[in-house]
Nanobody, 123 residues
Framework: VQLQASGGGLVQAGGSLKLSCTNSRRTSRNNGMGWFRQAPGKEREFVATISGSGGTTYYADSVKGRFAISRDNAKNTMYVQMNSLKPEDTAVYFC?????????????????WGQGTQVTVSS
């Protein structure tokens, strides 16, 4: 599994971005996946997760109702649509995959990580 995150950038508060995470190898329905983020001086925190089939999703309270995670296994790609962005959403966003098919909000349960993509929200 080799993950590549993309789609970050600079956006004004209230704007939107869509991040993508592509797996260079076939994405199995047996791999739960997730997005995490890390702001300067802070620990990496959970953002959203999706099960291998895409049928189950779970979000951090801070992004619930604003972010939407999805995946297209045929394209080996996971997405997160981020709307109504706030300055506090500024961070490096990482995608991750785990060997189990279930979703998970625990970073310790992920086995593979992408390199991260910077999201900056200006006020």
């Amino acid at each position: 599994v080799q993950l590549q995150a993309s789609g970050g950038g600079l956006v004004q508060a209230g704007g939107s971005l869509k991040l993508s995470c592509t797996n260079s190898r076939r994405t199995s329905r047996n791999n739960g996946m997730g997005w995490f983020r890390q702001a300067p001086g802070k620990e990496r925190e959970f953002v959203a997760t999706i099960s291998g089939s895409g049928g189950t999703t779970y979000y951090a309270d801070s992004v619930k109702g604003r972010f939407a995670i999805s995946r297209d296994n045929a394209k080996n790609t996971m997405y997160v649509q981020m709307n109504s962005l706030k300055p506090e959403d500024t961070a490096v966003y990482f995608c991750a995959a785990r060997l189990g098919r279930a979703e998970s909000s625990s970073r310790d349960e992920y086995d593979y990580w992408g390199q991260g993509t910077q999201v900056t929200v200006s006020s």
